[in-house]
């Protein structure tokens, strides 16, 4: 039996038709075969949400990151859960080397770039520059 990737979303909690799209997108790729975890589905009231993040960023396939200028502002920063998310990714890819696991996916900003990170890295959180 074939086993299906699993992704990790990580967002910044910006307006709520933000959250929306993320959700929407989440449930998508579980139709695609990924075996999504989103905290709005998975994270349980009451448990310590900073374990949920690095448990879900060093055990998923993926980390599929949600990029806006929120994000990416939080990320830089090192505040809230984007910046608690960015130390945890930055950690992962200096220690694995594993540049792929980590999928910048722009929802908001520079639209203009369709290979954002390559053609001007700026636009990316700096947790994904580690090594680079």
Same mark, same amino acid.
């Given at each position: ?8 979303? &990580?967002? &910044?909690? $910006?307006?709520?038709? %933000? ?12 139709? $695609?075969?990924? $075996? ?18 690095? &448990?879900?960023? #060093? ?15 939080? &990320? $830089? ?19 694995? #080397? ?30 994904? %520059?580690?090594?680079?």
């Amino acid at each position: 039996m074939p086993v299906h990737p699993t992704a990790f979303v &990580s967002y &910044s909690w $910006d307006a709520d038709t %933000h959250k929306g799209w993320v959700e929407a997108l989440a449930t998508r790729l579980r139709t $695609d075969a990924v $075996d999504v975890r989103l905290d709005k589905w998975h994270s349980v009231p009451g448990n310590q949400l900073t374990h949920f993040m690095e &448990s879900e960023i #060093q055990r998923n396939d993926f980390v599929v990151i949600i990029c806006t200028p929120k994000y990416k502002f939080k &990320s $830089d920063t090192r505040t809230g859960g984007v910046g608690y998310e960015g130390d945890i990714m930055t950690a992962e890819v200096f220690t694995s #080397q594993n540049h792929l696991k980590f999928i910048p996916l722009l929802r908001e900003g520079a639209h203009q770039y369709t290979n954002y990170v390559r053609r001007d890295p700026s636009f990316a959180p700096r947790s994904l %520059h580690a090594g680079t």
